[in-house]
């Protein structure tokens, strides 16, 4: 079913709506979800809460991308779930990449400047325009969707040492892009 | 908390990176790469393999054992073989003529197309190469059985006449067909003679070039034939 369609339903308060998004998006958030979270159980929970999610803000809302609008919302209900659980053991695909952005970002954001969160996702949007099409989606489909290397390498047609090898040369491009902005000491 | 406080400002960034990254394109399988790349390997291989043996015309044969056709009492194929011991016939372009498989030094060498109207005959290799004459005719014979060759010189290399001079062909040697356009126009090749002649009227060669666009680049010659810009220099030959 078209997106434009599956909004339609959720203007006319249509519970079709819900399985037609389940339908078409759901592998893709259960993916980000579980790659973040790594509990079956608890990746459940995010999507049922993701689609109450959907179901408030559509409408008012009109998202021109409802794909990526979904996601969005699951990736973040999917963190919200992860802070709150954070005394539980972790060894998803998310906290492999947290560590690797952690040592990335070492230094810390510049103690002179406040960052707004607003700056600095500026920023990110304009360090992904410095990179090629293809680095900018080995990038988010890393600290984004949170993908294993595994997944990228399938994805990209590459094999995993090269996504490995790219991705370091990426943080250390982000590293120097904020250094460059004064936002990394 | 600075990797998180980043991951959360990455989960605003706008929707069309997002987008960009759920829709592109999947990449071919790795496995379907590697087996392209070897498909591709052998394939180059397998065509060095044909240039290399002169089963396929680039430019001037390398430096290949040339196939001479000797005296043969076996084997033959064609019923009126006229050759003898004392007499080393001809060489042959290797480049022009299917070869069979069987070692050179010790069978024959049976052809197709050449040797439809020629002895067939045993082969051994001789210092000298011979280039690749596309434009000789099967029917040509390039053979001059009343010509006595001495043993020891059985047939002159590829040579041409050119103002008084006698230039001897550069084996392996070949040069981009961009090398002529600035180069002086000498002419084309007017006559020829046999391999077992030198040449010696201007523009004349000993084997069948006639037509063959001669060019002067300092002490040597760059003759165009067939496509392919042969090289000659001047011959230690009188």
């Keep these: 079913m078209q997106d434009e369609r599956i909004i339609d339903l959720f203007f006319e308060r249509s519970e079709e709506a819900i399985l037609a998004l389940e339908q078409k998006y759901g592998k893709l958030c259960r993916q980000i979800s579980a790659n973040i979270l790594g509990d079956s159980g608890a990746v459940e929970e995010c999507l049922n809460d993701s689609w109450l999610g959907v179901w408030n803000v559509i409408p008012p809302q009109k998202p021109r991308h409802l794909g990526s609008f979904v996601c969005r919302i699951v990736r973040n209900l999917s963190l919200k779930r992860y802070r709150r659980d954070s005394a539980q053991k972790r060894n998803s695909q998310f906290d492999t990449a947290l560590e690797e952005l952690q040592d990335c970002l070492q230094g810390g954001f510049s103690a002179e400047r406040q960052l707004e969160q607003k700056e600095l996702v500026k920023s990110i949007e304009g360090f992904l325009d410095s990179l090629s099409k293809e680095n900018r989606v080995i990038f988010l489909r890393r600290y984004w969707f949170s993908d294993s290397y595994e997944a990228i390498a399938k994805r990209t047609g590459r094999s995993e040492k090269a996504i490995s090898v790219r991705l370091v040369r990426l943080r250390e491009k982000l590293r120097t892009y904020l250094i460059e902005r004064g936002m990394l000491e | 908390m600075n990797a998180e406080q980043f991951t959360q400002a990455l989960g605003q960034i706008g929707e069309g990176y997002v987008e960009e990254a759920m829709v592109a394109p999947k990449g071919r399988p790795l ?208």
């Excluded at chain 2, 591709?40 to 397998?46: D, E, H, Q, R, T």
């Excluded at chain 2, 069978?107 to 290799?125: L, M």
């Excluded at chain 2, 053979?143 to 008084?164: D, K, Q, R, W």
């Excluded at chain 2, 040697?173 to 180069?183: F, G, I, K, Q, S």
Aim: glycine content about 6%.
């Design chain 2, 31 to 238: 496995g379907l790469k590697r087996l392209e790349l070897a498909a591709c390997a052998c394939l180059v291989l397998l065509l060095g393999a044909l240039i290399g043996y002169g089963l396929l015309p680039m430019g001037e044969a390398p430096e290949l054992p040339t196939v001479v056709v000797m005296p043969s009492t076996e084997e033959s194929e064609e019923p009126n073989s006229s050759t003898t011991e004392t007499e080393p016939i001809t060489t042959e372009p290797i480049t022009t003529e299917p070869i069979t498989t069987e070692p050179i030094t010790t069978e024959p060498i049976t052809t197709e197309s050449s040797q439809a109207t020629e002895p067939s005959s045993h082969t051994e290799p001789i210092p000298s190469t011979q280039p690749p004459t596309t434009t000789q005719s099967p029917t040509e014979p390039s053979v001059t059985e009343s010509i006595e060759i001495p043993p020891a010189l059985p047939s002159y290399p590829p040579m041409l006449f050119v103002n008084g001079m006698l230039y001897e062909l550069l084996p392996g040697e070949a040069e981009n067909l961009d090398a002529v356009e600035e180069l002086p126009f000498i002419g084309t090749v007017g006559s020829c003679c046999s391999e077992e002649e030198l040449p010696d009227a201007h523009l004349e060669a000993n084997e069948p070039i006639v037509g063959a666009e001669v060019y002067i680049q300092g002490e040597r010659l760059l003759v165009l034939v067939s496509g392919y810009l042969r090289i000659y220099v001047r011959s230690t030959v009188q």
